[in-house]
């Protein structure tokens, strides 16, 4: 029978890192982290790295292994998982995937399209763009280079839009006549676990982490990353707005605010996402553990 690869997802500030935990320790084995910010070791504070004692207690991979100036993308992360999970599979016949960062699950549960290289200077132009003429540039010029894709993308993400377009600008197909082709890896099975919550408990999870942020410290780390800005890495939801605060475009009130507000768009387009994949097996983030596990079995049964 081939393993399994179990999957947490779920909107920020859930608690897919204790269930992660909770469930690693139950089937005795290991953790993939997809959450793209967890991997630079210099953003500590405003991507809610698993704590000390929470790495202790189960072995974590793919936390604070890069620096944010190792250009490192979703192709590179799916290679470096998938081997990971070829020698995991090793000594484990189910492993767990954690993260909210739905591209990066996806990459490594449904494979990857074959994209061509982003030709220099490319993703620099349009990062440029979106910094001096705003988001409707962005939008405006997917709609003449990409029409398709500009009417499935979520509009308010500047980075898929400049994903989309520096694919547009570099291959000799727009960005939707490159999707649709990839191939799910064949030696696991995939078992999706979604967390949800009430919206309005959502957001006070929500509150409540960015206010905990802010008293471990991030305007600090922020203060020692804004020489660092223009990183791709640092163009994140926390950190942006301190940026702007540190430019004196905002106080410190009105930045936290905005910290919060974006945070919450951000959680909702990853319910948006999740929502799409039909086979999840949704669990309420303060369900029993206990019967949690049951349904996680019976489906494990059914593979």
Avoid at 2 to 15: D, E, F, Q, R
Avoid at 51 to 80: N, T, W
Avoid at 187 to 206: K, T
Wanted: a neutral charge.
């Amino acid at each position: 029978m081939k393993p399994v690869l179990l999957s947490i997802s779920g909107p920020t500030a859930i608690g897919k890192t204790a269930w992660a935990i909770r469930l690693a320790r139950h089937f005795g084995t290991e953790i993939l982290s997809a959450d793209s910010r967890q991997f630079y070791r210099e953003m500590r504070i405003g991507t809610a790295v698993p704590e000390p004692g929470e790495l202790l207690a189960a072995p974590h991979h793919f936390i604070q292994h890069l620096s944010i100036h190792d250009p490192y993308s979703v192709g590179d992360y799916a290679r470096d998982a998938l081997a990971c999970l070829r020698h995991g599979f090793r000594n484990h016949p189910l492993m767990i995937l954690v993260g909210g960062s739905g591209l990066y699950t996806d990459a490594v549960t449904k494979g990857l399209d074959a994209f061509p290289e982003v030709a220099p200077g490319v993703r620099e132009a349009l990062t440029r763009l979106w910094e001096t003429q705003g988001l409707e540039a962005l939008q405006n010029l997917l709609a003449e280079k990409d029409p398709v894709y500009h009417a499935q993308v979520d509009l308010q993400n500047p980075h898929r839009l400049i994903r989309a377009l520096e694919v547009c600008l570099s291959g000799d197909l727009p960005y939707s006549g490159y999707r649709g082709k990839a191939t799910p890896p064949d030696f696991f099975h995939h078992l999706p676990l979604a967390l949800e919550a009430p919206r309005e408990m959502i957001y006070r999870r929500i509150e409540a982490r960015v206010d905990a942020m802010m008293a471990a410290g991030l305007l600090e780390e922020a203060r020692k990353l804004y020489p660092m800005r223009h990183l791709n890495a640092l163009q994140t939801v926390g950190y942006q707005e301190l940026f702007r605060h540190l430019e004196g475009e905002y106080d410190l009130d009105t930045a936290v605010a905005e910290v919060k507000k974006n945070t919450r768009r951000f959680a909702k387009r990853q319910l948006t996402w999740l929502r799409r994949d039909a086979n999840a097996l949704w669990v309420p983030y303060d369900a029993d553990p206990e019967a949690v596990i049951g349904a996680i079995q019976s489906r494990l049964e059914t593979l």
